[in-house]
């Protein structure tokens, strides 16, 4: 509660400053502190630095693997042997190229939307970015802001901050001068100013938030299942890989480089190394894309997150309507004076230094009367749905005024609720405006108010909002409208957006939760939900298995905004909405939430796709070996032809098939959808290659003969592969016809011009071992085809 004295000057415009209000720092003690590195630096959220992009591109596992063989091959082996390192190479520069691309585009996007606190400088109240506050500044505060350093609350108006976030005290705390303020919490009602007393990593909210809030790729079904994949890859490669060398290097005594050679082609191709790369290539580019249309990635599973989602949960007020609105009428009621009742909504506008949507309306409509003096008064919060003061007015006579819900500042069954039922069926935002006979301490002050006006205001729709609810519905996606205004007004506003289903007041709710998502499954649209039911229902409805997306742009959204698995702000809500949002819509389009859902769908969906090609290859790898040490025969292949096959089947379609439009809704279980078509496919291949190699070591004897059994070995195998890509590739647009065709076309020309001949060490000899290996490869394409519709039908995804 705010107590003002009669004569204060209650001016809040800035530049000028306050009356007996703190001045905050001079311009040397700025410089002073600035001097002793006492300033805010914490690191950004969306960001990485260039470094930390280069380690974790350059230094991993299977990089210091095959960097190794690599070296080994440079020394031992002909130019074409270790051309497999120049590729991974190429794929780490892209890797790095496309992340400081994606690095650039959000901390671009960050500086537009990253929140700047008013900060008293010599007596003038700035903007600031929250980079530059130092130690003792004061900083002003008020509804929606979030509370950026610690401090100590130097003044305080009605102030109320919110902790929840921090401490996980649910209900708002008020706060006076004296008291500690923590950063991470957030301004619910009134205003004031506190003087910084920790800023950077000591604050508290750095200290939590530091490693947790950082630019990252994991955290993400897609990256946890491909870790996971890679795993079992290591597991047995390492047998497979010591077998290999033993074979070849002991038991075989041939040449000694030719035998290390085919060791590391045996090794080489078990490694998926190229899905790491695709997989933050992909992410990457949907940053990049997304930020064209202004949309913000504060955390970049939340791309694949959205995608994932099954319901929404809408915020009516600055998600499906714009966030200004327009008074419409003023109904005086039990023959008020509506002269009079203008000077008391004028009154009240002026009270509030940080007016909502709702009172800029109303001081807009109607202008402050100059000889009332406000001495008392209670900010709006959104927990008790109404605000009030305590007015001197000009005749010397008080009086005490609350304007809010009908519904709440009423009791049932008052006359003047059927008039506002009556606008609310239209969609219409109603205020009532009453005179109360109780002081604002009083908690009983809504009893006994006296009724004196009907204040109707109009909001307007957003234009796109009702496409895209159109979106959602056709892709399966439940939208729940949580709106704190009044159920039957949020209803006629869902329905002239389309949106069907039933409406529910939110203070009938049953408190079990249980119960509660039951009813929440069985409606569309509700309404009186106060902030900490906002954050009940999310979690009741994440209780019954669903994925939820919340989006919402006011104060009384940050709870459920944090707790959602998608959190979604527009980019002109408050402070602290923004700052919990995994995605801020800059340009307050909610039309962009189908691109980010776009975007989600084609990184998990053509990751899935491109898993499968690299996953083929790994498996019918470590068989192929398994079948060479069993058998005590050289290795098939060298290094070159496995490139060759690796960047026709795999490498340059799965760059193409990673980036392009993808609709298809994402599926649970990565990894099992994965590896059902992955084993069985490699396996087939593996034993399919194995056969063609046996019989054509029979066929071929003399001198010559491995490299004609290894070139018809090659033929098979780059055969089946190509039948995998071509079943990865469906449905066929013409483009993926195209590349296709592009790849069996590059794999001829390497067979008849001599020049790539004798580079990739291919020639077919004869014409009786080719044609069984294209009839080999053509009967395992038609068990591929078979074994992957009984893999659909006996292991469904």
């Not at 939307?113 to 003038?124: K, L, Q, W």
């Not at 929250?130 to 610690?150: A, R």
């Not at 069954?413 to 109360?436: F, H, I, K, S, W």
């Amino acid at each position: 509660m705010t107590h003002i004295d009669a004569g204060a000057e209650l001016d809040p415009v800035h530049p000028v400053p306050m009356p007996g209000r703190a001045r905050g720092l001079t311009a040397a003690e700025v410089a002073e502190r600035v001097a002793r590195g006492q300033v805010n630096d914490v690191p950004v959220r969306s960001s990485r630095s260039l470094r930390e992009i280069v380690r974790a591109n350059v230094f991993t596992r299977f990089n210091a693997i095959i960097g190794l063989l690599w070296l080994v091959m440079l020394f031992v082996a002909p130019f074409q042997d270790s051309l497999f390192g120049y590729v991974i190479i190429a794929n780490t520069g892209i890797g790095i190229i496309q992340e400081w691309r994606a690095k650039k585009t959000l901390d671009s996007l960050a500086v537009i939307g990253e929140a700047r606190p008013t900060v008293r400088r010599d007596g003038v109240a700035t903007a600031l970015s929250t980079s530059e506050i130092v130690l003792g500044d004061v900083i002003e505060i008020g509804p929606g802001d979030k509370i950026v350093v610690d401090g100590t609350c130097a003044e305080a108006e009605g102030l109320e901050i919110d902790e929840s976030l921090l401490t996980g005290e649910a209900d708002p705390v008020v706060k006076h001068a004296g008291d500690e303020v923590m950063s991470g919490s957030f301004v619910v009602a009134g205003g004031g100013a506190f003087t910084a007393t920790k800023v950077g990593r000591e604050a508290y909210a750095a200290q939590l938030a530091e490693e947790a809030s950082r630019f990252t790729l994991v955290h993400s079904e897609l990256r946890s299942g491909i870790s996971t994949i890679l795993k079992y890859v290591t597991w047995m490669m390492i047998p497979t890989a010591l077998g290999l060398v033993v074979s070849q290097l002991v038991v075989k005594q041939n040449d000694f480089k030719e035998s290390i050679a085919r060791t590391v082609g045996g090794i080489v191709p078990m490694v998926p190394e190229g899905l790491v790369l695709l997989t933050s290539v992909a992410f990457a580019i949907g940053v990049i894309r997304l930020g064209r249309k202004q949309c913000l990635v504060q955390e970049l599973p939340a791309i694949e997150g959205l995608a994932r989602v099954d319901t929404v949960c809408l915020d009516k007020t600055g998600t499906l309507t714009e966030g200004g609105m327009d008074v419409t009428e003023l109904r005086p009621l039990g023959g008020s004076d509506e002269t009079y009742v203008r000077k008391v909504l004028g009154a009240l506008g002026e009270s509030d230094p940080r007016p909502n949507a709702s009172l800029q309306a109303i001081v807009a409509a109607y202008p402050d009367s100059d000889d009332w003096r406000c001495t008392e008064s209670l900010p709006f919060s959104s927990a008790r749905k109404y605000s009030g003061a305590t007015f001197s007015e000009g005749d010397g006579e008080s009086s005490t005024w609350l304007l809010g819900a009908p519904d709440v500042l009423l009791s049932p069954g008052d006359p003047a609720l059927a008039e506002t039922d009556r606008l609310n069926e239209q969609g219409l935002r109603v205020l009532l405006l009453v005179r109360a006979s109780r002081d604002l301490e009083d908690p009983r002050v809504t009893e006994d108010v006296r009724p004196t006006a009907l204040v109707v205001l109009e909001q307007r729709l957003r234009p796109d909002a009702a496409d895209t609810l159109r979106y959602f519905e056709r892709q399966d996606v439940h939208a729940k409208v949580i709106s704190g205004d009044n159920a039957v007004a949020v209803g006629a506003v869902a329905a002239k957006l389309g949106l069907d289903g039933g409406t529910v007041d939110a203070r009938r709710l049953p408190e079990d939760r249980e119960k509660m998502a039951e009813a929440i499954d069985g409606a569309t649209v509700f309404g009186r939900v106060t902030p900490r039911q906002k954050r009940e229902m999310v979690g009741a409805l994440q209780s019954r298995g669903h994925t939820v997306a919340m989006t919402g742009d006011g104060v009384n959204d940050v709870l459920a905004l944090k707790d959602a698995d998608i959190g979604v702000s527009m980019g002109s809500g408050s402070e602290a909405t923004r700052a919990v949002a995994q995605i801020v819509l800059l340009d307050n389009s909610f039309a962009t939430l189908p691109s980010v859902v776009a975007e989600g769908r084609r990184v998990i969906g053509n990751i899935t796709r491109v898993a499968t090609l690299f996953l083929v290859k790994t498996v019918y790898s470590v068989l192929l070996a398994v079948l060479v040490v069993c058998w005590q025969v050289e290795y098939p292949f060298l290094p070159r032809h496995l490139t060759l096959l690796s960047t026709l089947t795999i490498g340059v379609p799965a760059f193409f098939l990673a980036l392009a439009p993808n609709k298809e809704r994402a599926r649970p279980h990565f990894v099992r959808r994965v590896m059902r078509y992955s084993i069985p496919g490699g396996v087939l291949a593996g034993v399919a290659t194995f056969v063609t190699y046996l019989m054509a070591r029979h066929y071929y004897t003399g001198e010559g003969a491995l490299d004609a059994e290894t070139s018809v070995a090659t033929l098979t195998l780059f055969l089946i592969s190509m039948w995998v890509l071509a079943i990865i590739a469906r449905p066929y647009t013409w483009w993926r016809v195209c590349l296709v065709a592009a790849m069996g076309g590059a794999f001829v020309l390497v067979l008849v011009v001599p020049a790539l001949q004798h580079f990739f060490a291919l020639k077919l000899v004869g014409s009786v071992m080719p044609w069984f290996a294209v009839g080999v490869a053509a009967v395992a394409a038609v068990v591929l085809e078979l074994l992957w519709k009984w893999v659909d039908r006996r292991f469904p995804a």
